[in-house]
């Protein structure tokens, strides 16, 4: 079983830098895509940003220029450095893992969520 932690979250003031980070704890063999979503109250979870293992990105047009995710492949961790962070980018931030091919106790894929981490940004 592959569970996903957060961590990094907290409250920071308008224009303030938080680092998140999401560390798997389980057998994983490989991984499709590694993201990061985000929740605020009242609206739909949406994708921030998402890295493969060779490194290609994507960027939400909201997290372009201020957001950056990383990943390091050998410790199945994805980072995501938020910089320039305004009121509205508070809420719940998520990882996801996509595919995960793991072996133990038994081969599959699947696709695997964090427990959410609250961002909190003061004006």
């Known amino acids: 079983q592959v569970q996903l932690v957060e961590s990094g979250g907290g409250l920071v003031q308008a224009g303030g830098s938080l680092r998140l980070s999401c560390a798997a704890a389980?057998?994983?063999?490989?991984?499709?895509?590694m993201d990061w979503y985000r929740q605020a109250p009242g609206k739909q979870r949406e994708l921030v940003a998402a890295?493969?293992?060779?490194?290609?990105?994507t960027y939400a047009d909201f997290a372009k220029g201020r957001f950056t995710i990383s990943g390091d492949n050998a410790e199945n961790t994805v980072y995501l450095q938020m910089n320039s962070l305004k009121p509205e980018d508070t809420g719940v931030y998520y990882c996801?893992?996509?595919?995960?091919?793991?072996?133990?106790?038994?081969?599959?894929?699947?696709?695997?969520w964090g427990q959410g981490i609250q961002v909190t940004v003061s004006s």
């Open positions: 996801l893992y996509e595919g995960v091919y793991s072996v133990v106790p038994e081969r599959r894929v699947a696709d695997y």
């Open positions: 890295i493969t293992p060779n490194g290609e990105t």
């Open positions: 389980g057998s994983i063999f490989s991984i499709n895509v």
